[in-house]
């Protein structure tokens, strides 16, 4: 099993321990996800599929079940993450992600905290070493701020670290990275648990706007990589930061440009041309790099899929996960 895998079955109670810990020696890296639900079977994705964990003898998840796996996620210090768990996810080491679904419990009109676990989701950070080829030859050539495209589970955060890691390792380049949780870089004790670049520095935690304008105070970026942009003061800073001369690595929910272009938050990017590179991750792990114009320009031209950059100018897939 790989060693970063190793801490994920001590998550589980027993028997669910025993069946993490065989899936995951066979399975390995293709196991993207687990999932618990209070009164079904767990399960394990692997290529968008989710896939039964473990035989029929396995008993049902239970509510008891998903606490205990909190409580142990959180070290026994639930009090100590109320931040994280206000905001549905807990950040655990290697840059596995926990996310939650419950009951709110609601002071003042914000919630606090989530209480009563209906669902769990143990993402499992995964490194794939050149994912990010085509895109890093792409930028060499087009040296402009990049944005990685593509539906949730696409692996956009998978990309957009080895992006990072080539910026810095291959062309010299000084990244700052926000990362916002904790999943880029999986710092634990200020040392990234994920390779990330020699020439990167990270802030984790911080929100990206905050991050942003740190980040230009302090560290003098010549490129600034944060993962999913999705509120306008993260794209009011990028705009700003942009305007000083930094170019960007970002990525965004979205199945093609256009999809990006009919939302509100990302119009005002699109419109002051801050992202001129766009690599589009599609269904099959294949990634598509184009310069943002002619992306669109050929969409008009051909009338399908508009914004889809069905020019295969530069492409190339990325490791992905067989069916079962």
């Known amino acids: 099993m790989d060693k970063r895998l190793e801490p994920v079955p001590e998550l ?3 028997p669910v321990r025993a069946a993490v810990r065989e899936l995951l020696a066979v399975q390995g890296d293709r196991v993207e996800e ?3 639900r209070a009164g079904c079977r767990a399960g394990w994705v692997t290529a968008g599929r989710e896939i039964y964990l473990g035989g029929p003898n396995l008993p049902l998840v239970t509510a008891d079940l998903l606490s205990e796996v909190v409580r142990r996620a959180s070290g026994y210090a639930v009090y100590a993450v109320q ?3 206000r905001k549905g996810y807990l950040i655990l080491p290697g840059g596995h992600r926990l996310g939650l679904c419950g009951t709110a419990a609601v002071e003042e009109g914000h919630v606090k905290t989530i209480r009563g676990y209906q669902a769990l989701a143990l993402r499992l950070a995964g490194e794939r070493t050149g994912c990010a080829d085509p895109v890093i030859s792409f930028v060499r050539s087009c040296p402009s701020s990049t944005l990685i495209l ?16 080539q910026s810095s390792d291959r062309l010299g380049r000084r990244v700052g990275m926000v990362d916002e949780r904790g999943e880029l870089a999986a710092c634990r004790d200020g040392l990234p648990q994920l390779n990330v670049g020699r020439y990167t520095d990270v802030l984790t935690g911080f929100p990206k706007a905050e991050g942003i304008e740190l980040l230009l105070r302090t560290m003098a970026p010549e490129w600034i990589a944060l993962d999913e942009i999705t509120a306008a003061e993260d794209v009011e800073a990028i705009d700003r930061a942009a305007y000083c001369g930094v170019r960007f690595f970002a990525t965004a929910h979205a199945a093609c440009v256009a999809d990006l272009s009919g939302r509100p938050v990302y119009r005002r990017l699109l419109e002051n041309r801050i992202f001129e590179n766009v690599a589009l991750i599609r269904p099959d792990r294949s990634i598509v790099c184009e310069r943002m114009d002619d992306g669109l320009q050929q969409a008009g031209r ?3 899929d508009s914004g889809c950059l069905a020019l295969d100018r530069l492409s190339c897939r990325f490791a992905s996960a067989p069916d079962p």
């Open 12 to 14: 589980f109670p027993e």
């Open 34 to 36: 687990l999932r618990l």
């Open 83 to 85: 931040e994280q768990l």
């Open 150 to 165: 593509g539906p949730p589970g696409a692996g956009k955060t998978t990309v957009l670290r080895d992006l990072v890691r």
């Open 302 to 304: 051909s009338g399908i």
